[in-house]
T-cell receptor
């Protein structure tokens, strides 16, 4: 069975601080995908990144960066110089490709990030 | 990029009535669509997987007679909440996949259901 754990339920930072959101996953699949989504108060899911299990390179996109460590089954997300607009709930998710169900996602519990001015 | 449209975005209904939510893939053929439910301050939980032209596969604990899913075409899946009750009030969101196991899938905007 697949499982995604986001241990931090809520994080509060002051604007311009860096913040890291943790994500640990469990899967028996040898090939899988990891995702991060942002969910603002309006509810829609905003896609941030998809990472293939064979690609362990870290990625940076503007103020966002991701650290994929297969050895520890972690896929952490860092926001540098946080801004108030970053306030949202962030979900880490996992998709296996060997489950004959296309791209079904297993979501973590989410981390609510509050960035104060 | 690919777009999935969900309608309605918000619906309020009386207890005992049925509500239909539509999920459309606008620029690709979605062989598989997924329906998730999200209660306030909780994560998204998969309700069912629907494949075009066949019966939906429901997750454990989800009543298939209450949550009717129809995936009659490659671009449309519908979720009907029958005889809705206040405890069915939730955020329902669909995602669509072209079927290729590339990890690529697209989410609708979500539908917030409030049952009075």
């Amino acid at each position: 069975a697949q499982k995604v754990t986001q241990a931090q339920t809520e994080i509060s930072v002051v604007e311009k601080e860096d913040v890291t959101l943790d994500c640990v996953y469990e899967t028996r699949d040898t090939t899988y995908y990891l995702f991060w989504y942002k969910q603002p108060p309006s509810g829609e899911l905003v896609f941030l990144i998809r990472r293939n299990s064979f690609d362990e390179q870290n990625e940076i996109s503007g103020r966002y960066s991701w650290n994929f460590q297969k050895s520890t089954s972690s896929f952490n997300f860092t926001i540098t110089a946080s801004q108030v607009v970053d306030s949202a709930v962030y979900f880490c998710a996992l998709s296996g490709v060997n489950n004959n169900a296309g791209n079904m996602l297993t979501f973590g519990g989410g981390t609510r990030l509050m960035v104060k001015p | 990029g690919a777009v999935v449209s969900q309608h309605p975005s918000r619906v309020i209904c009386k207890s005992g009535t049925s509500v239909k939510i539509e999920c459309r893939s606008l620029d690709f053929q979605a062989t598989t669509m997924f329906w998730y439910r999200q209660f306030p301050k909780q994560s998204l939980m998969l309700m069912a997987t629907s494949n075009e032209g066949s019966k939906a596969t429901y997750e454990q604990g989800v009543e298939k007679d209450k949550f009717l899913i129809n995936h009659a075409s490659l671009t449309l899946s519908t979720l009907t909440v029958t005889s809705a009750h206040p405890e069915d009030s939730s955020f329902y969101i669909c995602s669509a996949s072209s079927g290729a196991n590339t990890g690529e899938l697209f989410f609708g905007e979500g539908s917030r259901l409030t049952v009075l």
